[in-house]
Antibody
Framework: EVQLVESGGGLVQPGGSLRVSCAASGFMFSSYELNWVRQAPGKGLEWVSHIRTDGTTKYYADSVKGRFTISRDNAKNSLYLQMNSLRAEDTAVYYC??????????????WGQGTLVTVSS | SFELTQPPSVSVSPGQTASITCSGNKLGNTYAAWYQQRPGQSPVVVIYQDTKRPSGIPERFSGSNSGNTATLTISGTQAMDEADYYCQAWDSNTAVFGGGTKLTV
């Protein structure tokens, strides 16, 4: 069974840093592209970042470019999002989402349960 | 920047057909996906590559994409289909989601 389990969320002050993680199981992790998608309270979905299978190619939404860094450890079946210079508008549930092989990575076929990041003083 | 526009809400009677649109410049030139999100749950893909249904998704869900509009159609809508629905597409190396549509059954 495919599982994606996020962790690391919490309360952080504006300007602070946080790293969230996603532990994967039930599939060949190294063969899949991965993404972070966030959802602010009561709002819609917002794509944050994407990483290719070998971790060398990464893409970011303009809203987080230069502040967030996506990475992966294929040996540990884990995905990460390092978030720096956090702002109140970064408050959201952060989901990791797997890129579907059937869709060439361009649709998200499995999602984790999400981890809540709250940026507030 | 590439934007996808959805109606905020759609209402449908049980057993009827619901259609949710997603508009974007030349959206038909790229693949669209649709996600269902029930309250308190993570999103689930119901359509990918415009028309394909993942295994486990009921046949009453179908999709189309042409010109500037992608459409999710739910035939014989059931109470359990009440949820938020999001379209999604890629613009170069950026994924974009529509603002979401609340489907009321």
């Amino acid at each position: 069974e495919v599982q994606l389990v996020e962790s690391g969320g919490g309360l952080v002050q504006p300007g602070g840093s946080l790293r969230v993680s996603c532990a994967a199981s039930g599939f060949m992790f190294s063969s899949y592209e991965l993404n972070w998608v966030r959802q602010a309270p009561g709002k819609g979905l917002e794509w944050v970042s994407h990483i290719r299978t070998d971790g060398t190619t990464k893409y970011y939404a303009d809203s987080v470019k230069g502040r967030f860094t996506i990475s992966r450890d294929n040996a540990k079946n884990s995905l990460y999002l390092q978030m720096n210079s956090l702002r109140a508008e970064d408050t959201a549930v952060y989901y990791c989402a797997r890129g579907s092989l059937a869709a060439g990575g361009r649709a998200f076929d499995y999602w984790g349960q999400g981890t809540l990041v709250t940026v507030s003083s | 920047s590439f934007e996808l526009t959805q109606p905020p809400s759609v209402s449908v009677s049980p057993g009827q057909t619901a259609s949710i649109t997603c508009s974007g410049n030349k959206l038909g030139n790229t693949y669209a996906a649709w996600y269902q999100q029930r309250p308190g749950q993570s999103p689930v893909v119901v359509i990918y590559q415009d028309t394909k249904r993942p295994s486990g998704i009921p046949e009453r869900f179908s999709g189309s994409n042409s010109g500037n509009t992608a459409t999710l159609t739910i035939s014989g809508t059931q109470a359990m289909d009440e949820a938020d629905y999001y379209c999604q597409a890629w613009d170069s190396n950026t994924a974009v989601f529509g603002g979401g549509t609340k489907l009321t059954v």
